[in-house]
């Protein structure tokens, strides 16, 4: 069984379009996260949630829209998506503890999104 | 501010031959968590380790070790033997302590590309 599951795995569309990122964890966490990997760029925190409500929003434009309707699945809402928006997102998962810590993040394989 | 420094951009090796992958880290937190991730062509990034701040002894799994030194706050990967299915990119972390209500993130570094050619 794989852990953080991401679909889909390869995504292309036009500025104008309208898409969705899934995401699933079949680890029993309670945080979720959106990671974006851009060419020669050290990974970037999108979004975090814990127990279904954000607590980060690390300054991401609102063309990218986040949506956690339970522990176990997270979305990335696209639209008006720019050229420089290609990359690839990987979701992450992990236990949340007390105190704002949290434990090991697992990762999702990502989703290639390229934008026309 | 957290900061983590992979100074190695590229590193090409010959199979069976030992590598050292460097991390360097900067922090305040006196509690924190260094970690390495491998992500292999495919995409995904694969957990390999976790070591806690106050916990400096050496770990050692099957072909991989770790050499955590927090007097030069580095903490240092290397594959003995390596194979060519160790080819990918390696990725240093530094747990970032949560802001009141905030959750804990993780900084990374930029990452080395490691090449192990037959």
């Known amino acids: 069984e794989t852990g953080v599951t991401q679909t889909p795995r390869h995504l292309v569309m036009g500025m104008t379009n309208k898409k969705s990122l899934k995401c699933e964890q079949h680890l029993g966490h309670n945080a979720m996260y959106w990671y974006k990997q851009s060419a020669k760029k050290p990974l970037e925190l999108m979004f975090v949630?814990?127990?279904?409500?954000?607590?980060e929003n690390n300054s991401v434009p609102s063309r990218f829209s986040p949506e956690c309707p339970n522990s176990s699945h997270l979305f990335l809402h696209l639209h008006t998506l720019q050229p420089e928006d290609s990359a690839l997102y990987l979701c992450a998962s992990s236990r949340q503890l007390a105190g704002g810590l949290a434990d090991t993040q697992y990762f999702g394989p990502g989703t290639r999104l390229t934008v026309l | 501010a957290q900061k983590v420094t992979q100074a190695q951009t590229e590193i090409s090796v010959v199979e069976k031959e030992d590598v050292t992958l460097d991390c360097v880290y900067e922090?305040?937190?006196?509690?924190?968590?260094l970690f390495w991730y491998k992500q292999p062509p495919s995409g995904e990034l694969v957990f390999l380790i976790r070591?806690?701040?106050?916990?400096?002894q050496n770990e050692i799994s099957g072909r991989y070790s770790w050499n955590f030194q927090k007097s030069t706050s580095s903490f240092n990967f290397t594959i003995t033997a390596s194979q060519v299915v160790d080819s990918a990119v390696y990725f240093c972390a530094l747990s970032e302590e949560a802001p009141q209500g905030g959750s804990e993130k993780l900084v990374f570094g930029k990452g080395t590309k490691l090449t192990v050619n037959p």
């Open positions: 949630y814990n127990f279904k409500e954000q607590t």
């Open positions: 070591r806690n701040s106050f916990d400096e």
């Open positions: 922090t305040r937190d006196t509690t924190y968590y």
